[in-house]
């Protein structure tokens, strides 16, 4: 069984280097993968530490302990060393062959003040931690990252987005790189526990979230078990499809490696989500998923076409205003789209696979590109979203750049909310969110 165990593992392991030439731009080489050196700690400390949103005015606190008798619960208040709350939680904990997790420890706390810092222990004792909640109105800004890894660009990208002021961070899947390697999960919670434990992530699966064998290990359960979203608090059955509201925005997270189709329960959650939707109080709408369906370059052609044959209607339908991906380890956006060509009504598609994962950058472009990409490059970095009112927002993508933070692409949008697009929709397409 090890022996297959192994096997199996260098199978799954194939790196997939692709190469761009955008414009005068020159890009650095790779970094490598970060190292981390093994550390003596007391086995009751709390590591790996973030936060998410779950549901009105909570949030979830996720830690790991050693120590498998240690508590489950988080004081917390207002003042640094005062806790005037406790909230209590659950713990879960998994095996993955020859790997054995910590305890991972789950605690919702609240009801929370919007735009206030929270001061926070965890298990009770520790290093002291804080959080800001997000504001309850407009403006408010996402940072946005897909693909992460752990290397050295990976490092670069989160230095970028903790210079941003942010409220909430959105990672359309590809967390950890872990591949089967479980301790790579420690990893990845301890480099990214200076922001997550600072500011919610909100996050959804990839393809290297996939960790499953068969017959031995089910599909997922890291992910599951170490990034849970608040998808009972959004009325599904999965943690891998759910949604939830902030400031006037309400987003969506799919699921592109599960069932999709018509007859799925995500479909069906899906369709129950989007007739909910209320736009005087969420006049934005956003949905991210890992596997782009609009993408001009090179790697990953046609691996979203059956999703997106069979979601795309619901979400024109719904008036959706961006939608967020990753997966192709480089930058594209698009204009409105819809249908395999542009559409004023339909959404702008952003990918953004290019956290620094360790298959470094999708380099070849299609040429000519479509008509519907209006700017596209392989380089590293991230993207902030300020949605400044109910109308407009400013998207900006910054390159890395050698660790020197650029602006380099930038586009102000309209919420279709109020443009017309919702009051043209054909009737067909308005029913299908009200049909069974």
């Not at 222990?121 to 408010?140: D, N, V, Y």
Request: net charge negative; charged share 20%.
């Amino acid at each position: 069984m090890k022996k297959w165990g192994r096997l199996l593992l260098v199978t799954v392991s194939a790196l997939i280097f692709a190469s761009v030439a955008a414009d005068d731009y020159v890009r650095p080489k790779p970094r490598e993968a970060l190292q981390f050196p093994w550390k003596q700690k007391s086995s009751s400390l709390p590591e790996q530490v973030h936060i998410s949103l779950a549901g009105d005015k909570h949030m979830r606190v996720t830690w790991v302990t050693s120590d498998k008798s240690s508590p489950s619960f988080v004081e917390y208040g207002t003042s640094p060393g005062k806790y005037s709350y406790l909230g209590q939680g659950e713990s879960t904990s998994y095996s993955y062959i020859m790997y054995r997790s910590g305890k991972i420890h789950h605690t919702v706390i609240g009801p929370l003040e919007a735009d206030t810092v929270y001061y926070y222990r965890c298990g009770g004792e520790g290093p002291e931690f804080h959080l800001k909640t997000p504001p309850a109105q407009f403006p408010i800004t996402f940072a946005v990252a897909g693909d992460l890894g752990q290397t050295g660009w990976t490092k670069s990208t989160l230095d970028h987005i903790d210079q941003c002021k942010y409220a909430v961070h959105l990672l359309p899947g590809d967390l950890s790189y872990a591949d089967y390697m479980q301790h790579k999960w420690d990893t990845f919670g301890e480099l990214v526990q200076p922001l997550a434990s600072v500011r919610p992530w909100m996050v959804t699966q990839g393809n290297h979230e996939k960790e499953s064998i068969p017959f031995i290990v089910d599909e997922f359960v890291s992910f599951n078990s170490r990034w849970k979203m608040p998808y009972e608090e959004s009325g599904s059955n999965s943690n891998l499809y759910y949604s939830f509201e902030v400031a006037g925005v309400h987003a969506i997270m799919l699921g592109s490696y599960t069932d999709y189709d018509r007859y799925s329960d995500q479909y069906s959650w899906l369709k129950a989500d989007l007739s909910k939707v209320d736009r005087e109080r969420t006049p934005w709408l956003i949905v991210l998923f890992h596997v782009p369906w609009y993408n001009s370059n090179n790697a990953h052609q046609h691996e979203g076409d059956e999703m997106m044959a069979e979601m795309e209607p619901l979400l024109y339908a719904s008036g959706v205003d961006i939608v967020f991906t990753g997966h192709v380890h480089a930058y594209e956006r698009t204009k409105r789209v819809n249908n395999g060509k542009s559409d004023p009504c339909g959404p702008v598609h952003i990918t953004i696979g290019d956290g620094g994962n360790r298959e470094g950058l999708a380099r070849k472009y299609k040429d000519p590109s479509p008509e519907w990409s209006v700017f596209r490059e392989a380089s590293f970095g991230h993207g902030e979203l300020q949605m400044v009112n109910s109308t407009h927002a400013l998207w900006t993508w910054h390159r890395n750049d050698d660790d020197e933070p650029t602006r380099s692409d930038e586009v102000w949008l309209n919420s279709l909310v109020n443009s017309g697009c919702l009051k043209k929709r054909p009737q067909e397409l308005r029913k299908m969110l009200l049909e069974p």
